[in-house]
Nanobody, 126 residues
């Protein structure tokens, strides 16, 4: 079992930055690839980025490439999402999730994730 708790969301102006954190419980955190998804009101949950168990490989959605950076600290059981140059269209609830699959091509599909956090709200004003 892995429990995930996100933090770091908030209200910012366009162009500003935020860093989200996702703290995981359990001693097997390093066994999981970790992903971030987001869901805006009235829209489906969408993939943002994922990172391998080692942190050596990351896969970004085109919409955030060059602006967002994912990282992880396995010693702290935490994954981070650094979000720069935020846009109003980035407004959403952001969720972190854990998956046992190491196949990059499967990371973008939310169905492949085993554990989810409760989400943290990010609001970007124009």
């Amino acid at each position: 079992q892995v429990q995930l708790v996100e933090s770091g969301g908030g209200l910012v102006q366009a162009g500003c930055s935020l860093r989200l954190s996702c703290a995981a419980s359990g001693r097997t955190f390093s066994s999981y690839a970790m992903g971030w998804f987001r869901q805006a009101p009235g829209k489906e949950r969408e993939f943002v980025v994922a990172i391998s168990w080692s942190g050596g490989t990351a896969y970004y959605a085109d919409s955030v490439k060059g602006r967002f950076t994912i990282s992880r600290d396995n010693a702290k059981n935490t994954v981070y999402l650094q979000m720069n140059s935020l846009k109003p269209e980035d407004t959403a609830v952001y969720y972190c999730a854990a998956t046992v699959t190491g196949l990059l091509r499967l990371w973008a599909n939310s169905r492949n994730y085993d554990y989810w956090g409760q989400g943290t709200q990010v609001t970007v004003s124009s």
